[in-house]
């Protein structure tokens, strides 16, 4: 008796052509080869900082240092890679992070403690992003505009509320948390807040119904309001999301430096697109990986940090990640010109 053997199909029910993978498995397929490319290129830098530098670069305490850095840009750039799929950007994620910065360490915040900062901080982050998602889903304004629009306005705030001084965190609860007997099994608190929000990030995008209309706004945003998408809705979301992202990183950076400044979070902003685009987050919306953006981060907070021990310049390392940035559109155009 000959056995009957059904077709492979494409996973909307229609027959896929004999020898054609299904086209959610090629996805996947060149999900898996994008991160093991970026996790190769992270296990070079690692080399090559182990090369040049063993004794410094391979440090517990410079490890420690590595990740401990990465988590504050890392917040911001899990909140960046959900606007940048559903087809937006934020140019303001730096400036929110000076002001929330500034304003969570104010003396007459700091009256309140720990709380208190924490919770200004959020609040001052969620609010700004409030604004920008009011400006763009319910204004019409173009989200480059509406956040170039809030980075002067966030600086220029900032700037007034410090009349250009740092402000020193005298809370005690705010210090202990950046000296090492408050690490947890040798990881530092700010490291274990990053994976958190890593985790919660890779959740909501991949596992939630959040998630999968993110996607199919990115996509394409009329055929996504017309199957049933609040659109509007859903970009005001998106850019509370990323403000409430930039209010924990400016947590952690008070948690870090053990101040407030109106120039904290300079050029978060291209930092975090730049760690989601080679992380194979489509600039033009549509798709989007946090796993991707993580080891972005990664990759670039590395790269600083080889950089700082072998005392080579600020410009050749800006080069170096304008080089990594083009290399990485120009792999996405090609995947894309493929698919």
């Given at each position: 008796m000959?056995?009957?053997v059904?077709?492979p199909?494409?996973?909307?029910g229609k027959?896929a052509?004999a ?5 959610w498995?090629?996805?996947m397929?060149r999900t ?7 996790l190769?290129?992270?296990a ?5 900082g ?17 990740l401990?850095q990465a ?8 909140g960046m890679?959900f606007v ?8 303001s ?11 969570a ?13 924490l919770?200004?901080?959020v609040?001052?982050g969620v609010?700004?992003?409030?604004v920008?998602g ?14 170039l629009?809030?980075l002067a ?5 900032a700037?007034?509320i410090?009349?250009?001084?740092t402000q020193i ?5 705010i210090?202990?948390l950046?000296?090492r ?5 040798g ?7 990053f ?13 939630t119904t ?7 706004v990115?996509g394409?945003a009329e055929?996504a309001?017309l ?11 998106l850019?509370?999301?990323?403000g ?9 950076l008070i948690?870090?430096?053990?101040s407030?400044q ?11 697109i730049a760690?989601?685009i080679i992380?194979g987050?489509?600039l ?11 080891l ?5 907070t590395?790269?600083?940090n ?13 080069i170096?990640?304008?080089a ?10 090609r995947t894309?010109?493929?698919?």
């Amino acid at each position: 008796m000959t056995q009957h053997v059904s077709p492979p199909r494409d996973g909307t029910g229609k027959t896929a052509p004999a020898g054609e993978l299904p086209a959610w498995r090629g996805l996947m397929g060149r999900t898996d080869v994008r991160t093991l490319s970026l996790l190769g290129v992270l296990a070079a830098l690692v080399v090559i900082g182990g090369v040049t530098k063993p004794d410094e670069f391979l440090d517990t305490r410079n490890l420690q240092l590595v990740l401990t850095q990465a988590s504050v840009i890392g917040v911001v750039t899990v909140g960046m890679t959900f606007v940048i799929t559903s087809g937006g950007i934020d140019l303001s994620v730096g400036a929110i992070v000076a002001l929330a910065s500034v304003w969570a360490t104010t003396v007459a915040t700091q009256e309140y403690g720990f709380a208190g900062i924490l919770f200004t901080a959020v609040i001052v982050g969620v609010g700004c992003g409030l604004v920008n998602g009011l400006l763009i889903a319910y204004g019409g304004m173009v989200p480059f505009i509406a956040t170039l629009a809030m980075l002067a306005s966030a600086r220029g705030l900032a700037l007034q509320i410090t009349d250009g001084r740092t402000q020193i965190v005298t809370v005690d609860g705010i210090l202990d948390l950046g000296e090492r007997d408050s690490y947890v099994l040798g990881v530092p608190p700010l490291v274990l807040v990053f994976a958190a929000v890593t985790i919660a990030g890779w959740l909501v995008l991949n596992r939630t119904t959040f998630g999968r209309r993110t996607v199919a706004v990115g996509g394409n945003a009329e055929a996504a309001r017309l199957a049933g998408i609040d659109v509007r809705r859903q970009r005001l979301y998106l850019y509370l999301l990323s403000g409430l992202c930039c209010g924990i990183a400016a947590f952690l950076l008070i948690v870090l430096s053990g101040s407030g400044q109106n120039t904290n979070g300079n050029l978060y902003e291209l930092d975090a697109i730049a760690a989601a685009i080679i992380g194979g987050t489509l600039l033009s919306g549509g798709r989007g990986t946090i796993t991707g953006s993580v080891l972005g981060v990664l990759i670039f907070t590395t790269i600083t940090n080889i950089f700082a021990l072998n005392n080579l310049q600020s410009d050749v390392q800006q080069i170096a990640k304008g080089a990594i940035i083009v290399a990485a559109v120009l792999v996405q155009r090609r995947t894309a010109s493929t698919t």
